[in-house]
């Protein structure tokens, strides 16, 4: 077989030519730089958004744009607003998030503040809204208060004289009841270095149930609109929101000692209603004429209060000006003085 072989003529050296007889080359210009724009986007995206959430966040957060600057307090009758206020101001002075405060309104704790009033006083129910961008509002509705307590507390004793009293005094029957004193006709009763005694007085309101709602500074027509309950206890003994100090019985014959005293035809009042913690089954109603009524709770009050009737119309009469106590405590006997 024959193999053929190709012939192949051989180029033509360039570089052996001279120079003006070489042929021109064509340059090739330079290729453009490509730039990759969705780099340079997503930076300046970047610090659009960095300068953006600082921006934000002192806007928001450290700036006094959105700090509370109004607190409206509605709804309360019996605990003092100065009070609601400074445990408002307690919970604006805590910390939300780290540096973060809660006088921010952003940021302030709703469910803080509600703990903390609830913490101190008895109330059904607390609304707070947020009212932007810097006013906060408190409604409460108050847990509903039946009488006002006055604590009184002693702090000081001083010793007196010893002095001779000569009391003038009467017996007699009372429709049927015996009345009778605890002193004879021209009895000397002699006190051997009497003791007075100074009190500091606290307030209080208290529920149908004898819970203590709250404690209170209370004026002369505050004393007005509630039946006053009068107690002495050591000054050791606290008295917090939320302490149980009578019980529903007693808080109910009382309302009905106001009650049925105001009916009686001889225009009496009762002023306030003292208790003896120790004794459990004794109570002394005051009245505007400053004479004490001794009952018992054990006994009928309508018993006592018709026994009180008899003794003011048939022997007591026009002495009540001098009058100093009626006991009614025995159920067919009645002592005054």
Not at 243 to 251: A, H, N, P, S
Not at 273 to 290: G, H, P, R
Not at 293 to 307: A, C, F, Y
């Amino acid at each position: 077989m024959v193999r053929r072989h190709r012939y192949y003529k051989p180029k033509r050296k360039l570089y052996n030519l001279p120079t003006a007889q070489r042929p021109m080359r064509q340059r090739q210009s330079p290729e453009p730089v490509k730039i990759n724009t969705s780099i340079i986007k997503n930076i300046i995206g970047t610090i659009f958004f960095i300068c953006a959430g600082i921006w934000f966040g002192y806007f928001f957060i450290f700036s006094p744009n959105f700090s509370i600057k109004n607190i409206n307090i509605t709804g309360n009758e019996n605990i003092p607003i100065s009070e609601i206020q400074e445990i408002i101001n307690q919970q604006l002075d805590k910390k939300a998030i780290y540096a973060i405060g809660q006088r921010n309104i952003l940021f302030f704790s709703k469910n803080d503040l509600i703990s903390a009033i609830e913490e101190r006083y008895i109330v059904e129910n607390i609304k707070i809204n947020k009212k932007l961008p810097f006013t906060l509002s408190v409604h409460l509705e108050e847990k509903l208060a039946r009488v006002v307590l006055r604590v009184k507390i002693p702090i000081s004793i001083t010793h007196t004289k010893a002095q001779a009293i000569e009391e003038d005094v009467e017996a007699g029957q009372v429709a049927g009841d015996q009345v009778s004193h605890n002193i004879e006709d021209g009895e000397e009763e002699v006190e051997q270095g009497e003791e007075q005694i100074s009190y500091s007085e606290d307030y209080y309101y208290l529920d149908v149930n004898g819970i203590v709602v709250s404690s209170a500074e209370m004026s002369e027509n505050d004393l007005q609109k509630f039946p006053v309950i009068e107690i002495e206890i050591p000054d050791t003994q606290k008295i917090n929101s939320r302490d149980i100090l009578l019980d529903r019985e007693t808080i109910e014959f009382i309302f009905s000692v106001y009650r049925t005293v105001s009916k009686m035809p001889q225009n009496v009042s009762v002023a306030y209603v003292k208790l003896d913690l120790s004794i459990a089954d004794e109570m002394t109603f005051v009245t505007t004429e400053n004479w004490q009524g001794m009952l018992s709770t054990s006994v009928s009050l309508e018993t006592q209060i018709k026994k009180l009737e008899l003794a003011l119309d048939e022997k007591i009469k026009d002495k009540r000006s001098t009058l100093q106590y009626v006991d009614l405590r025995i159920k067919d006997r009645v002592y005054f003085k």
